[in-house]
């Protein structure tokens, strides 16, 4: 996993509640075997008018003019500013691997269904809970701003607007050390591998009908 | 006073992060096509083995065609998809039960129908209808690839405890009234994002008297009250049910895990975080009208009316579920007139839901407006088990096509799909935008009621035709 850094980025609104992962990267491209190049198909049935599948070039497909991320003043977007409930459905981690290969290294909604949130921290994408009325207020100046950019600083735990305002979001310090080290989950659950070894004996002799 | 969450959470820890986060040891890992190929390439490219090979059962279940399964699969994609499942299943020494098995079928269905799954395991699987398997008195819980990964390499899974709800749900459920009209209710009571964060155990003298199959419908729509896991207490109900399967204890093991397997169960007193409370006898059946599980009413209610909502956001959001859906304002539910009916998913596909959609069909035909109506029973004992009864005999008199397991068209990966602008009274759990197909419009509702509207061919009150 990469390490996060401090950034200045580009944000872009998505004002609906109840995204789900369907909508976010829909079924048909769950048959790739791939971990990467879902962000061609990030929100696929509404970012295009046309039926996508997989293989199917981006530049051949055509895009809804309505859509927001297809406005030209985001295209360099970084940060997704997002309504509650933001990722429900499904336990596919190719929603956040849609969201990271578009460009996505940030996530900012009042809410998060719980599977994607936790998802989301596995693959160093950072989603942030903000309240609902500082998200309100972010969703309004960016309908007035073009080119409004948030500067996010994890060390600290805070956005920073343009106007110098600051919202601070909490965060597990596991997950925040993992993130700002770009720690792999696997190698430090390894480390642990004589406790592992001990507790499974002792549930084995415990609960022999677990390990039939 | 410890609840039964509490029990599970404790009984697996194996360590414990000054900041809470615990690694959790895993007992059972489902594993399907589709959540996997990337974490096996995974272990392969960091030289890792899985840890346990006798905690995976492996099934592909998402891409499976249910038809003319003797042809193969006509999809490349789809068929590379398990063929992978397949390699990666024989290079690692993981059991799976491949596509002609007898005993193939949905991950969620099959691992309670072979004793895999037993109370007071931990059990995960890369797929978010996991909380089915809490039914047993599990802590059991979806988890993406990445956790796949880790579960394979480890044994083990980082997590932070949840907080508790307890859903009661107590009296005597009315005539055709069932576990998914109680999950329904519950999520229109509560919203998709009620239990985020939560555990929830579901309890109450309407959830004791429930069979396993109706159990397991209830956990299983539990994630789509947000809440990752689900459970249920183990009593006679639950033992009986796993008495004598292929995976489960025999003789001296069996009786020393029945004598844990009753400890399972909240404290009297145990305190929750949060309570609801549902009265069983007020529930009717339910259908979703809109693009969320928590945009349901009941049968003899109506379309909602967007100029009734002052939430500005909720409003937007109705009128864009009206929209994609094709319903006006106020239009009865009865009216709403389904082109096609699905009976199967992790949710409705077990042996009780195609006798109770069999029982409202039996010597009726579909309505001449149905195009299409199947039953996909959720495995291959399932639909051997229907056919003993005779249940595909009603099914096939009535019009429905009696099709092979999988989990079709719940999420629309196989060739059983909706077309655009096409509309469907389905048994499964997710009526999002696209969910059954590009433009499918879904109607989430329970296997009688999905019967009762293809005989109907509109939305009708099972109550009252059965």
Known sequence: ?????????????????????????????????????????????????????????????????????????????????ARANFGCGSSREHAPWALQDYGFKVIIAPSF???????????????????????????????????????????????????GESYSFEIDLFRKNSLLNGLDEIELTLQHIEKIKVFEEEWRMKQPWLFL | MKTLYDKLWKSHVVYEESDGTSLLYIDRHLVHEVTSPQAFDGLRLSGRK??????????????????????????????????????????????????????????????????????????VCGDSHTSTHGAFGCLAFGIGTSEVEHVLATQCLLMKKAKSMQILVEGKLGHGVTAKDIALACIGEIGTAGGTGYAIEFSGSAVSMLSMEGRMTLCNMTIEAGARTGMIAVDDTTIEYIRGRPFSPKGDLWAAAVVHWRTLRSDENANFDQIIRLDAAQIKPQVTWGTSPEMVTTIDGKVPDPLQIMDAVERHDVERALKYMGLLPNMPITEIR?????????????????????????????????????????????????????????????????????????????????????????????????????????????????AAAAIAGHFVDVRTVY
């Open chain 1, 1 to 81: 996993m990469e390490k996060f850094y401090l950034c200045k980025e580009l944000v872009a609104p998505l004002d609906r509640a109840n995204v789900d992962t369907d909508a976010i990267i829909p079924k048909q491209f769950l048959k790739s075997t791939q971990r990467s190049g879902f962000g061609k198909n990030l929100f696929d049935e509404w970012r295009f008018l046309d039926y996508g599948e997989l293989g199917m070039r981006a530049d051949q497909r055509r895009l809804n003019p309505d859509f927001i991320l297809n406005q030209s003043r985001y295209h360099d977007a970084r940060i997704l500013l």
């Open chain 1, 113 to 163: 269904a719980d599977i994607f949130f936790n998802n989301c921290f596995k693959i160093g994408l950072l989603p942030i809970v903000l309240n609902a009325a500082v998200v309100d207020r972010i969703f309004y100046e960016v309908s007035l701003t073009n080119g409004y950019y948030l500067v996010i600083n994890l060390e600290d735990q805070t956005v920073t607007a343009p106007d």
């Open chain 2, 50 to 123: 899985p840890w346990r090979l006798d905690s995976i059962l492996a099934v592909a279940d998402h891409n499976v065609p249910t038809t003319k399964r003797d042809d193969g699969i006509r999809d490349p994609i789809s068929r590379l998809q398990i063929e992978t499942l397949d390699q990666n299943c024989d290079e690692f020494g993981i059991t799976e039960f491949k596509m002609n098995d007898l005993r193939q079928g949905i991950v969620h269905v099959i691992g309670p129908e072979q004793g895999v799954t037993l109370p007071g395991m931990t059990v």
């Open chain 2, 338 to 450: 389904p082109d096609k009916i699905f009976i199967g998913s992790c949710t409705n596909s077990r042996i009780e839901d195609l006798r109770a959609a069999a029982a409202v069909i039996k010597g009726k035909h579909i309505a001449e407006s149905i195009k299409l109506a199947i039953v996909v029973p959720g495995s291959g004992l399932v639909k051997n088990q229907a056919e003993k009864e005779g249940l595909d005999k009603i099914f096939l008199n009535a019009g429905f096509e009696w099709r092979e397991p999988g989990c079709s068209m719940c999420l629309a990966m196989n060739d059983d799909r909706l077309l655009p602008g096409e509309r469907c009274a389905s048994t499964s759990n997710r009526n999002f935008e696209g969910r059954q197909g590009p433009g499918g419009r879904t109607h989430l509702v329970s296997p009688a009621m999905a």
